[in-house]
């Protein structure tokens, strides 16, 4: 069929290459969000395999390898791990940030009493972890670790409840997706909080007049993506300068991204109506009035979206497939010694996981709706709401962000022992728990 029979169908799509045959099945992976859970599930596999072989030494070493530029006296090196953990998760952080804005705006979180539960939650899931932590660290030199098990990996805990299908109500993956978002920003707050250095007030002057940049250039028109990168960047150097963690910028800045659109529904229509009462033929080109408006239907097309959900599909996959798996290949490589086993830390980190999230998530939930703060949704079952606390003992990526902060070179590898063994025991309960219970329910 050639052009012009294709014309005639009036068929609403964009005319096929062979580069479709390529890009669509990549699209409809992308767009499920348990495969993310699977490939950071492959490169911790590869990670600790690595790690515990006869190439551990160039894979561990490889890490520390300093990466950077020197103009005359001043330098900037850091070593690869450092990149990854503070520059590249920065755009983690940013993702997660805009997943909350669009949660409080347009999703569950909008309504106080349904947000309510998950964020009672989040909040004994961060508060009851760090006590059990604290108990059993107390005077110790891992003491300074309790933010390591406050945090739940989103990526994980969504792949385990996808294995489970339509055997779970929609409302626990609602739950504990609202929950890893809010225990993230806890995460985020504990590293900027608890973690940084000395403050360099000048350095943070900057980052602040930075901010208002980004604000001013917004309050003009400019809705160029790039243009926020390159200020967003200048604001990451700011901060980092400053003494707080530099990944904070990426909540900063993901908080501040407007969730309304700039082109209306009823006005994108109206441009497309436009274009196409055109009639068709070789006329699309030059400087023509249909010609401009074709361009003009491209921005309105593209402005119908607002930036949180442009932004979110764009950097979804990249964090994803690319960013989380990458953190992972480069942190969770760790020798394991039985003889760590029975070290303290990673006693306390595994008991804060696998005892003090489950025991935080269910006590806190209880008691929001016992007090009429929350609403638990009828489907979302007592048990469900328990087997989701057990998920939310799958700490991994922020665990391991934050222990890389918290913890000295000799104690960092017992952490890491606690934190995966612990992420393995509650994935393995949660998904147990779930199983018995849909099959009871069914």
Not at 109 to 115: S, T
Not at 137 to 157: E, I, K, R, S, Y
Not at 200 to 224: D, F, Q, S, T
Not at 285 to 306: H, I, P, Q, W, Y
Request: aromatic share 10%; glycine share 10%; hydrophobic share 55%.
């Amino acid at each position: 069929m050639n052009e012009e029979q294709q014309a005639g169908t009036g068929s609403p799509r964009l005319p096929a290459e062979l580069i479709d045959w390529l890009t669509k099945p990549i699209g409809r992976f992308l767009y499920i969000e348990a495969a993310a859970g699977l490939v950071l599930l492959l490169f911790t596999i590869v990670a600790l395999v690595l790690s515990n072989s006869p190439w551990s030494h160039p894979f561990l070493g490889v890490w520390e390898t300093p990466v950077g530029i020197q103009i005359g006296s001043l330098e900037f090196t850091r070593s690869l791990r450092e990149w990854i953990n503070e520059a590249l998760m920065t755009l983690f952080f940013f993702l997660i940030a805009l997943e909350l804005k669009r949660e409080l705006v347009l999703g569950e979180l909008r309504r106080p009493r349904m947000a309510a539960l998950p964020i009672a939650a989040a909040l004994g899931g961060m508060f009851v972890p760090a006590v059990l932590y604290l108990i059993l660290q107390l005077g110790q030199p891992g003491q300074n670790g309790w933010g390591t098990v406050m945090a739940t990996d989103t990526a994980f805990v969504i792949g385990c409840l996808a294995l489970l299908g339509s055997r779970i109500p929609q409302s626990l993956r609602v739950f504990m997706l609202s929950l890893a978002i809010v225990d993230d920003i806890g995460a985020i707050l504990v590293v900027a909080i608890g973690y940084g250095g000395h403050l360099r007030w000048e350095a943070l002057a900057l980052a602040v007049v930075g901010i208002a940049l980004v604000r001013g250039i917004a309050l003009l028109g400019v809705r160029n993506i790039m243009i926020y990168f390159l200020v967003g960047g200048l604001i990451w150097l700011a901060v980092d300068a400053s003494g707080i963690h530099a990944t904070v910028t990426g909540v900063i800045l993901g908080l501040m991204t407007p969730v309304s659109t700039w082109v209306s529904d009823k006005r994108l229509r109206a441009i497309l109506d436009q274009v196409v009462a055109y009639p068709p033929g070789e006329h699309w080109s030059g400087d023509s009035e249909d010609r401009k408006a074709l361009r003009m239907a491209e921005v309105a097309a593209r402005e119908a979206l607002s930036p949180v959900e442009r932004l979110e599909m764009i950097l979804h996959p990249w964090v994803g497939f690319v960013i989380m798996p990458l953190f992972a290949f480069a942190n969770a490589g760790v020798p394991i010694s039985f003889a760590d086993l029975g070290n303290s830390v990673t006693v306390a980190v595994f008991v804060g996981f696998a005892l003090g999230k489950p025991v935080g998530v269910f006590v806190f939930s209880w008691l929001a709706v016992r007090t009429g703060i929350a609403i638990r949704p009828p489907d979302l079952d007592w048990m469900f709401l328990a087997a989701g606390g057990l998920l939310a003992g799958i700490g991994f990526t922020m665990a391991l962000f934050i222990a890389n902060l918290a913890f000295s070179s000799s104690l960092i590898n017992a952490a890491k022992l606690g934190i995966l063994s612990a992420s393995v025991f509650s994935a393995a309960a949660g998904i147990a728990l779930l199983s018995r219970w849909a099959l009871r329910g069914k």
